[in-house]
């Protein structure tokens, strides 16, 4: 801990060791390796990186070497070296703020305002009717109506010389509004990607870790086949991603930096899952969220006037529902506040809950006890 | 240490206490306040952010506002939300590797091949003949050469409709192969800037912290007035930004992230600032780096056939040398290695040494007659 250690250039004698029994002990089902990376912002950004390498070398048939107008050209900022690449992103998510990955965040405008930005195309996700029960039918269109709009957006940019290398997306649009999509939605997205040639990556910086009740939330989606990259960060501690092994870059120092993440951070991430396992936290989680999901949901019909659109069933604590209007949001968040309860906004309208794996049954009926006193007295 | 906080959200009680007797202790003349980062490219693309948002207030006048049309359009990645600014940098720089400070990268191939990147401008940076007592008048000219071309590339990209916000320089091209300027272009950079309208940012990644015998290598430059940013990492453990007060965001949540940096990060600065202090490190830094100069200088001399451009005069121990091609520059860090020197390249034919600010006069002289060694026996 009392250094910050270069690992990509001397990584400590211990640390393929660390990253066995740490970050490879939970990689993904179908996923082949990890990179590790400081944040999520970069994490993704290197995401992209691996989505664009793995795409020319498609574009050219498995043909990685540059060729010298791709030397020249990369070193002036044009292409060939710079391809014209784009990225698929969702109306309302959110997957960092340096200048790469602000590009693919579109949730609000104070984060964009004043930053030079690209022409990547940006697709809407979907925006369900709740109780999902009784609006099968309009969600399902719903769901069509926004992989019909992908995969045009996917057609028009190849089209136009700006090829979709890749989708990104979050498995829960959180910083948009706690926005859910279904399975069917998560399916179809990746197939629209594999008939159109664009890679799927899969943002889970703030689901992944456990608080869906799993450690990493695309697992309930049940796809067919494993995304091709999934990103992570603050609940793991330490940035990075996890990646199908034709997304590894084809040379060496294509995905590089000076600190490669931080070795302590993977330290502490040892003990968290050491404690996740001991304690049987996902369970917890899972058990704690159906308590909080039930009872917010017996709220919501008790006060249909104030609040609505309870959603995260069998997404663990990962729940939110929505104020009627941004004024009630703000005033039942401010008002737990005064009752000892932290909850936070997210979108135009939700309350989200995030709490800590540690969370239990106990916690949830005392948030819950509260929640009732403050939207009764609104 | 035991945990990785969110300092924008909560920062710890001890927090301002911490920056003040760390970070701004040492803040450089004529600036502000600091900005703490997790690492050198998001340091410099928050940077790169300020300098944005003050190109655009000064554009308007001002006005800080958003209008109606500034926050659709930015949603979508386009103007007028998202400008079409830019920032200009120089062949040989290297800013980081993250997509926005890649945009200002120039050193090597590798970093920026396959990844899309945006039409910003790249000036040349003066190479030297050395030894610069001969060459006085034709590197004079090297300047004036290349401050025409960024004043040219200035106004040709602000006539075109993507105005330079910004210049962005490490004070000696670091990854690019050790390439120094002297005081008098960076003089006249700073002039150049302030005649366009574009703001200065020093990137001190890698030279900031002590290497160059002062705690910030712009120091030496003894330039007019402080440049507007400095960008630091590595060597200080913690990333971040100093700058001036106008520099400062007009609105909250502008320069933020999750993290924040990292409060452990600073706690060891705080040590090794305490350190650099107790041990006049920075003295210790200069006379072990003039001693290093004179000494490769010499060998310089006696092997002109092998090394030259022998550089970094007042420059502490940011010292570089050049073999007579790549070939041999390989050989002597190669060579050097098996007699238990490490030192490194950059770009295509430099020797670069890098040694801790605790290398001493007795390590130096160690360091020489190895090198001599090696030298001989090529």
């Excluded at 004043?114 to 969600?139: C, Q, T």
């Excluded at 028009?156 to 829960?172: F, L, M, T, W």
């Excluded at 870790?209 to 697992?219: A, S, V």
């Amino acid at each position: 801990f009392v250094n910050r250690p270069s690992i990509g250039t001397f990584p400590g004698s211990d640390w393929t060791e660390r990253i066995q029994s740490s970050l490879m002990s939970i990689i993904p089902k179908g996923l082949h390796s990890v990179t590790t990376m400081a944040c999520g912002s970069c994490s993704n950004e290197n995401g992209y990186k691996a989505m664009f390498f793995w795409y020319r070398a498609r574009e050219r048939g498995g043909n990685v070497d540059f060729t010298e107008e791709d030397i020249t050209s990369c070193m002036m900022n044009k292409p060939p070296g710079c391809p014209t690449y784009t990225l698929l992103s969702f109306d309302g998510g959110f997957h960092g703020r340096t200048f790469g990955s602000l590009i693919t965040s579109h949730s609000k405008a104070i984060h964009k305002m004043g930053i030079p930005s690209l022409d990547w195309p940006m697709a809407p996700f979907p925006h369900y009717k709740y109780p999902l029960e009784s609006n099968v039918r309009e969600n399902k269109a719903e769901d069509q109506r926004c992989l019909a709009r992908v995969e045009e957006l996917i057609e028009q940019y190849n089209k136009k010389g700006s090829p979709v290398a890749g989708i990104v997306v979050e498995p829960i649009l959180a910083e948009g509004g706690d926005i859910h999509g279904s399975n069917e939605f998560f399916a179809g997205l990746q197939a629209v990607g594999k008939k159109m040639g664009s890679a799927l990556l899969i943002d889970e910086v703030q689901t992944g870790g456990g608080p869906t009740g799993r450690m990493w939330c695309h697992e309930h989606f049940d796809l067919p086949e494993a995304p091709d990259i999934v990103t992570f960060s603050k609940k793991m501690l330490t940035g990075g991603f996890y990646c199908k092994e034709e997304f590894r870059p084809p040379h060496g120092s294509r995905i590089f930096n000076t600190w490669m993440g931080d070795p302590g951070k993977v330290i502490l991430l040892q003990t968290v899952l050491k404690v996740i396992q001991r304690d049987n936290l996902l369970q917890n989680t899972k058990v704690t969220g159906d308590i909080l999901y039930q009872g917010i949901l017996e709220l919501e019909n008790r006060f249909p006037h104030l609040i609505n659109s309870t959603r995260g069933k069998d997404r663990g604590t990962f729940i939110a529902f929505n104020g009627v209007d941004s004024k009630t949001r703000d005033a039942i968040i401010n008002n737990l506040k005064h009752k000892g309860v932290q909850v936070g906004g997210c979108g135009d309208y939700a309350v989200r809950l995030r709490p800590a794996l540690i969370f239990q049954p106990r916690h949830a009926h005392i948030l819950l006890d509260r929640l009732q006193q403050v939207i009764q007295e609104l």
